[in-house]
């Protein structure tokens, strides 16, 4: 069993920045692909990026790419997600999620989750 706690998250203005982390308990998240995904209101869950066990391998949204990047330490079982260049459409509640196989982007591919932290971008 795996337990994840994002934090981070925040009122921000647009063309901002904030760095969201995902500390895992349980297990050694070094075990573990590690997903981001996010929640905006009226929208289904969407995928934003995903981390290899080593950060070897790492997939983007094509929203997140250019801006977002994702990062893990397993030394201190955590990952990062680093939002830049932040807009209006990237507000939502966001989620890290562990996955035992492999890089996916879906998000039925996730053994666990957090609950999620919020994201807030103004215009």
């Known amino acids: 069993q795996v337990q994840l706690v994002e934090s981070g998250g925040g009122?921000?203005?647009a063309g901002g920045s904030l760095r969201l982390s995902c500390a895992a308990s349980g297990h050694k998240v070094s075990k573990y692909v590690m997903g981001w995904f996010r929640k905006s209101?009226?929208?289904e869950?969407?995928?934003?990026?995903v981390i290899g066990w080593s950060g070897g391998t790492i997939l983007s949204s094509a929203s997140a790419k250019g801006r977002f990047t994702v990062s893990r330490d397993n030394a201190k079982n955590t990952v990062f997600l680093h939002m830049n260049s932040l807009k209006p459409e990237d507000t939502g509640v966001y989620y890290c999620a562990a996955d035992i196989t492999y890089p996916s982007?879906?998000?039925?591919?996730?053994?666990?989750?957090?609950?999620?932290?919020?994201?807030?971008v103004s215009s």
């Open 45 to 49: 869950r969407e995928f934003v990026a």
């Open 41 to 43: 209101r009226g929208k």
């Open 11 to 13: 009122l921000v203005q």
């Open 105 to 120: 982007q879906s998000a039925a591919s996730y053994d666990y989750w957090g609950q999620g932290t919020q994201v807030t």
